[in-house]
């Protein structure tokens, strides 16, 4: 998986609980993503970085928020997880804003009951 | 109506099939056009990427775009069960948008 590990793997938590995902690289890669994947909606995007402390919104981003403090981290939190957020959450990262290329990270598994 | 309309399948063939694995797209400014692999409970991984219309080879795949029909394909010949997975296509203007993935499936 190209040097990018997520954390944890896989998560069970309970409505209304604040969940921090983590995404970490060995690539040095410049760009970072955060997507979640459904049946039926395939990978969508939740957030992006292009930097240090450099974020921005995708498709999907209502509910959760994202921090970069280095270049190898990038963490997704829900901030008061919903059953609606039960998904697979997949950490990507390219080399820069024109690399059509990305590489993806093993994925997590949550579960909000 | 999505950008990206990949044919939803599941596809089951017998080993040594030809498989074809098809994606629609409305965005003309689309200018890479990839294939993503990803098997059981892994993240994707880039198998194949176009940029211009016709084909592109690569051992037993071939990536065929037709711009003119906003139409992409991805041929796999003598299909083993190892290829036996999830097919996502993807765009790129600036960013990338997926198709929702065809899971095939090849029995020996």
């Known amino acids: 998986d190209a040097g990018i590990t997520q954390s944890p793997r896989h998560k069970v938590t309970e409505t209304g609980t604040p969940v921090t995902l983590r995404c970490h690289q060995t690539e040095n890669h410049r760009y970072m993503y955060w997507y979640r994947q459904d049946p039926g909606h395939g990978l969508r995007l939740i957030h992006y970085s292009y930097g240090v402390k450099d974020t921005d919104k995708g498709e999907v981003s209502d509910g959760y928020s994202v921090s970069r403090s280095k270049t190898e981290d990038f963490l997704l939190t829900l901030e008061s997880a919903t059953s609606s957020q039960t998904s697979v959450y997949f950490c990507a990262i390219s080399r820069d804003r024109s690399s059509y290329e990305q590489y993806f990270g093993p994925g997590t598994r949550l579960t909000v009951t | 109506q999505k950008e990206v309309e990949q044919d939803p399948g599941p596809l089951s063939v017998p080993e040594g099939a030809i498989v074809s694995l098809n994606c629609t797209y409305s965005?003309?400014?689309?200018?890479?056009f990839m294939w993503y692999r990803q098997y059981s409970r892994k993240g994707p991984e880039l198998l194949m990427y176009t940029y211009s219309s016709g084909n592109k080879e690569d051992g037993r795949f071939t990536a065929q775009v037709d711009k003119s029909s906003k139409y992409i394909s991805l041929f796999i010949r003598d299909s083993q069960p190892s290829d036996s997975a999830t097919y996502l296509c993807a765009m790129w203007a600036g960013k990338s948008t997926f198709g929702d993935g065809t899971t095939l499936t090849v029995k020996p």
């Open positions: 965005n003309s400014a689309f200018q890479y």
